[in-house]
């Protein structure tokens, strides 16, 4: 049965600095990879889709890496801000599912002035 | 831009009640999802929709029904709200992967905070 896991469960960081969210996967037969952004009492926000065929998916400050055959994703959030501070979620599309996919636990972000 | 909208951002019910959370997305999406979340336990399946009138249940459907008579429409249903269904809840839409094999991003609406007392 597939497992998704993210860590740390919470990360604290000052302004302007880079850093990386972790998300790891037991079983490496998914066809995709998305990362979410979630602020308290909102819904989620989409960020990056990686397929299972590519290595990595950037969105401005944003870099999604996708290593299948290891079980891992990485989100790389460059130049921090205090806007950034959120919980990031990842989710995997296994290929048995049908369109459903499966959750990680989230990493909440805290970006310090 | 799709856009998912979900009837109500705050929801307070009595136990016992019939409750019913509307979810409606603009961008021809085949697959409706129904989760909830609570603190500690994560994003959880309620029920998923592949088609119009066609349902599917996720890990967690007892409790919980499910309508979709249109394409862009999902409806959960509470049939007897009890005090543990308070949560929030969330609608998400996708693609069908027969129409795009992988690209079947999901997009969130802005969730339901229902509170049964």
């Known amino acids: 049965k597939q497992e998704v896991t993210q860590i740390p469960a919470a990360l604290s960081v000052p302004e302007g600095e880079n850093l990386v969210l972790n998300c790891s996967f037991t079983?490496?037969?998914?066809?995709?990879l998305q990362w979410f952004r979630q602020d308290p009492g909102k819904g989620l926000t989409s960020l990056l889709l990686?397929?299972?065929?590519?290595r990595e998916q950037t969105s401005g400050r944003l870099n999604a890496s996708l290593d299948k055959s290891s079980g891992r994703s990485t989100l790389y959030i460059a130049a921090s801000q205090p806007g950034d501070s959120a919980t990031y979620l990842c989710?995997?599309?296994?290929?048995?599912?049908?369109?459903?996919?499966?959750f990680g636990p989230g990493t909440s972000l805290s970006v310090i002035p | 831009d799709v856009k998912v909208t979900q009837s109500s951002r705050y929801l307070v019910k009595r136990t016992g009640e019939k409750v019913f959370l509307e979810c409606v997305q603009d961008?021809?999406?085949?697959?409706m999802f129904w989760y909830r979340q609570d603190p500690g336990l994560g994003l959880r399946l309620i029920y998923f929709?592949?088609?119009?009138?066609?349902?599917e249940k996720g890990d967690i459907p007892e409790g919980y029904s499910v309508s979709r008579e249109k394409k862009e429409r999902f409806s959960l249903i509470l049939e007897s709200a009890s005090t543990n269904q308070t949560s929030m809840y969330l609608c998400?839409?996708?693609?069908?992967?027969?129409?795009?094999?992988?690209?079947?991003?999901?997009?969130f609406g802005p969730g339901t905070r229902l509170t049964v007392l």
């Open positions: 998400a839409s996708s693609f069908s992967s027969g129409r795009f094999l992988s690209y079947n991003e999901q997009f």
């Open positions: 079983d490496s037969a998914i066809y995709n």
């Open positions: 990686i397929q299972s065929s590519q």
């Open positions: 989710a995997v599309r296994p290929t048995t599912s049908y369109d459903k996919v499966i």
């Open positions: 961008m021809d999406h085949e697959n």
């Open positions: 929709s592949y088609d119009v009138k066609m349902k």
